[in-house]
């Protein structure tokens, strides 16, 4: 056993040493250069430590700076991310996960995060983001973006102006808590994406989940 996590963590070195030395050229080109030794060398370190499924999918997730999943892995991935969001916000009264397929949506009140007319988080606001970065963080294999809303009422240019700075300050503290700036989006929509008739719904954050597939970085 401490045989095969030697061979494991000497692989898993090599590769990242590899990844340090091209990470300029990969974001030059923005592609993916050894994106199968990434997943692979996680996929070994899965293996050696839990020697299962599960292990072997969160693995290869350890590679994710290295390259993208394969499409086999996707589906049990993004499971076990939803899974742990899912408890991350069983308790709360302002956060909701929604899966569609391979793409989780995180959904946040508007009036639980911000007061009226402004973009500074609520008190109770950075709580819920630290737990939500904790599991973006175990489970870097996945682009994150960041979409702010409000509803109908008002003017229309000051409304975008305030989704763009409310998504920029739940961006800001993902950032804050450790969450990589470079996996995450910004964006924001005023009163263009209202869902409902409702003007408490309509006014929202939404953070979107998806997975990086092999050969898309």
Not at 27 to 50: C, D, K, M, S, W
Not at 108 to 125: I, V
Not at 164 to 178: F, M, P, T, Y
Not at 188 to 206: H, L, M, P, Q
């Amino acid at each position: 056993m401490k045989k095969l996590i030697a061979i494991g963590l000497v692989l898993f070195s090599s590769a990242t040493l590899f990844s340090c030395a091209t990470t300029q050229t990969r974001q030059e080109r923005g592609t993916a250069i050894g994106a199968g030794t990434g997943a692979a060398v996680g996929a070994i370190l899965g293996q050696v430590i839990g020697r299962n499924t599960e292990s072997t999918l969160i693995g290869a997730g350890i590679g994710a700076a290295l390259g993208g999943l394969t499409g086999n892995q996707v589906g049990k991935y993004m499971d076990l991310q939803e899974q742990e969001l899912r408890r991350a916000v069983a308790a709360s009264e302002s956060a909701s996960i929604r899966r569609e397929q391979d793409i989780l949506r995180a959904t946040f009140k508007g009036e639980a995060y911000f007061d009226y007319d402004s973009s500074r988080l609520k008190p109770g606001a950075y709580a819920e983001l630290r737990r939500i970065s904790n599991i973006l963080i175990k489970y870097p294999h996945s682009t994150i973006q960041v979409d702010g809303h409000t509803d109908a009422k008002g003017d229309e240019a000051y409304n975008q102006k305030l989704s763009e700075r409310r998504a920029r300050a739940v961006a800001d503290e993902l950032i804050l808590n450790g969450v990589s700036a470079q996996r995450i989006r910004v964006a924001g929509y005023g009163e263009s994406r209202t869902i409902s008739s409702n003007d408490a719904i309509n006014r929202r954050v939404e953070i979107l989940i998806e997975p990086v597939m092999k050969g898309s970085l």
